[in-house]
């Protein structure tokens, strides 16, 4: 300062400036300490919490396993296919969810295999999708309440809204195609049980007195068949290939899984559509009479260790004949659905194949749950069974 001014006075440029900056400084300092004391004393009881949250969003954003020390608050869970070795299939990339839609979704089978993809669209490493997936297709509103039906009672009141469901004109391949669009793969079955019923009003009927064949995976119990003509083969050929085509015109549907169900009496006729359609496929056959549990709850899991072959693509396939297994020897429904959905995890969509399922001789034992039994880890219970059974199939 000058020794010659008086004091107090105005400070000068420089004299401002320099005490501007150490305001700042001491400012700075300030707040760091609070910021400190802030983080170190009120923050304390969130980090457990805050490491959760980051645990969470990198599990699910990239797929990558957080580091061991979040690893210690967030326990990642596995699922049962993460516990079989080396899956080929939608879960080999489970951050990149597929869609599934689930042709003739109103019969029983279709139901079963819908309310597996819904619990394992619920967990992370299945690679299944949530949200709109997965699509119940069907013909009219009757596939809405028959699913419905099945899934509030098998599946812990789980339900299908409107928009996870899908009524289509099985006539109209380009009809169909606009229902899949953006779906990456698709359950079909061969020989539907068909129902004739009028068309739901406001989907595609061209006057208020149209009919239709609604068509229902397997079976749907209380199904009326009696306007239906007694050699319906080409009904069931047509149908299925317009299925197909609309799958493979769709550019989005990579792969089908095909259900030989028990009235299929020539099963080459569908698998020659496949192959003329260039698609790849999973073609199921099983070769003992199949069963329903009537008192199925997804709980229970599967009933029995299922043997699963695999026979040559090009191989002539003859029909099924059930009766010949014995009735002492079946295949529950239960199992063949579950099945169904571990072959979409496994197995490798790019490749065609054919599977044949058979009843084992060394059946799951059963144990009842107790009251607070958790199933928040498996989309069904002992489905690793089945995946270690389709882990050398290629």
């Known amino acids: 300062f000058n020794n010659q001014s008086t004091w107090p006075r105005e400070p000068s440029g420089i004299e401002s400036a320099v005490l501007l900056s150490l305001s700042q400084r001491v400012r700075n300092q300030t707040n760091r300490k609070a910021r400190h004391h802030f983080t170190t004393k009120k923050m304390m009881p969130f980090k457990p919490f805050?490491?959760?949250?980051?645990?969470?969003?990198?599990?699910?954003?990239?797929?990558?396993?957080?580091?061991?020390?979040?690893?210690?608050v967030v326990k990642i869970r596995s699922t049962s296919i993460?516990?079989?070795?080396?899956?080929k299939g939608c879960a080999a990339r489970p951050f990149d969810k597929k869609k599934i839609a689930v042709f003739g979704a109103g019969g029983y089978l279709g139901a079963t295999v819908f309310g597996f993809l819904q619990r394992a669209a619920s967990l992370y490493g299945t690679g299944i999708a949530g949200g709109s997936s997965p699509r119940a297709v069907g013909a009219?509103?009757?596939?809405?309440?028959?699913l419905n039906k099945e899934l509030t009672t098998s599946f812990s009141l789980a339900y299908a809204g409107e928009d996870l469901i899908r009524l289509v004109d099985t006539t109209n391949v380009d009809h169909i195609k606009e229902r899949v669009k953006s779906f990456d793969a698709a359950v079909l079955g061969t020989v539907y049980q068909l129902e004739r019923r009028a068309v739901t009003l406001n989907t595609y009927e061209k006057t208020p007195n149209d009919k239709t064949y609604d068509f229902y995976l397997d079976e749907r119990y209380g199904a009326r068949e009696d306007d239906v003509p007694a050699d319906d083969?080409?009904?069931?050929?047509?149908i299925f290939r317009n299925m197909v085509k609309a799958c493979k015109e769709s550019g989005s549907v990579q792969h089908l899984v095909v259900l030989e169900t028990p009235k299929t009496a020539r099963p080459m006729d569908f698998v020659?559509?496949?192959?003329?359609?260039?698609?790849?496929?999973?073609?199921l056959r099983v070769k003992n009479a199949m069963k329903k549990d009537v008192y199925f709850t997804f709980d229970k899991g599967i009933k029995d260790n299922l043997e699963v072959v695999s026979v040559p693509v090009g191989s002539s396939l003859e029909s099924i004949d059930a009766s010949k297994s014995g009735s002492d020897c079946v295949?529950?429904?239960?199992?063949?659905?579950?099945?169904?959905?571990q072959s979409l995890m496994s197995l490798d969509w790019s490749k065609s194949r054919i599977l044949e399922a058979s009843a084992s001789s060394t059946p799951v034992d059963f144990v009842p749950p107790g009251k607070k039994a958790k199933f928040d880890k498996e989309w069904c219970t002992n489905s690793k069974l089945i995946g270690e059974k389709l882990i050398n199939i290629a």
């Open 50 to 72: 805050i490491a959760a949250v980051l645990a969470f969003l990198v599990t699910t954003t990239t797929g990558f396993a957080p580091s061991t020390r979040i690893n210690n």
């Open 82 to 87: 993460q516990m079989t070795n080396n899956p």
């Open 140 to 146: 009219t509103r009757s596939t809405s309440e028959a």
């Open 233 to 238: 083969a080409d009904i069931h050929l047509d």
């Open 272 to 283: 020659n559509i496949l192959d003329e359609e260039g698609i790849a496929y999973t073609y």
């Open 331 to 341: 295949v529950y429904r239960e199992d063949v659905a579950a099945l169904i959905v």
